[in-house]
């Protein structure tokens, strides 16, 4: 069973372009989150995506923003790119059930370096 | 709303000895718990998780962990350690139901492990 790829794995972006990221979902997985690293804020929710609708939101700017197809595969996109946005991004699915026998799993992520 | 303490950014242990990872968690409703553990440039792995049930929890690579609700805690232990052990280690806590795919994130505790 393949796990959930993330593309690309490393990218460079020049500071006010836009980015967008990828992240494939485990098969049969509903929900996909996505997360922020930096080594000063640690591990930030972005937002979750549940059956093509975002269901949960954190606490960034409108910059961030994400879409979920209709296959579960999912998209975040960055606008305006900041030096603060250089992180390691990170996707996580699962089956979204809010049950206690699911968990998430984790894509190796993304990282984003703006220069 | 909830968040996560990890008691210890580093914790420095010899090849043998006993692993403690300590983590504190705030949750105005019943919490699912997680521990996961990150290699350098990986994504995130799931140790072991607390749903509900039995409050001791027993994970991959012989970890385990116990839920005591009393003291708002869920501690990460592993009675031997191994250098293949040296990773950083987060505690997470989400709610169930829609906000399952929201994990909170503790600040992380890197261990180190000596021969």
């Known amino acids: 069973k393949a796990g959930v790829t993330q593309t690309p794995r490393y990218l460079i972006k020049t500071r006010g372009q836009q980015v967008t990221l990828s992240c494939s979902p485990i098969?049969?997985?509903?929900?996909v989150s996505w997360y922020q690293q930096t080594p000063g804020q640690g591990l930030q929710f972005l937002f979750e995506y549940f059956s093509e609708t975002q269901r949960n939101k954190g606490n960034f700017p409108g910059r961030f923003s994400g879409r979920q197809f209709s296959n579960s595969r999912s998209e975040m996109n960055v606008s305006t790119l900041e030096l603060g946005d250089s992180a390691l991004y990170l996707c996580?699915?699962?089956?979204?059930?809010?049950?206690?026998?699911?968990?998430?799993?984790f894509g190796q992520g993304t990282r984003l370096t703006v220069v | 709303a909830q968040s996560v303490t990890q008691l210890g950014s580093h914790v420095s242990v010899s090849e043998g000895a006993l692993v403690l990872l300590r983590c504190n968690y705030s949750?105005?409703?019943?919490?699912?718990l997680f521990w996961y553990v990150q290699y350098p440039n990986q994504g995130l792995q799931l140790l072991l998780k607390?749903?509900?049930?039995?409050?001791l929890v027993k994970g991959i690579n012989g970890f385990e962990a116990e839920f005591k609700k009393s003291e708002t805690s869920f501690h990460l232990t592993k009675p031997s350690a191994h250098m293949s052990d040296a990773a950083e280690y987060f505690c997470a806590v989400t709610r169930g139901g829609t906000s399952y795919g929201k994990l909170t994130f503790g600040q992380g505790t890197i261990l180190t492990v000596h021969p």
């Open positions: 098969s049969g997985h509903r929900s």
């Open positions: 949750s105005s409703v019943p919490p699912y």
């Open positions: 607390y749903t509900t049930g039995a409050t």
């Open positions: 996580a699915s699962s089956y979204g059930r809010g049950l206690g026998d699911t968990e998430a799993f």
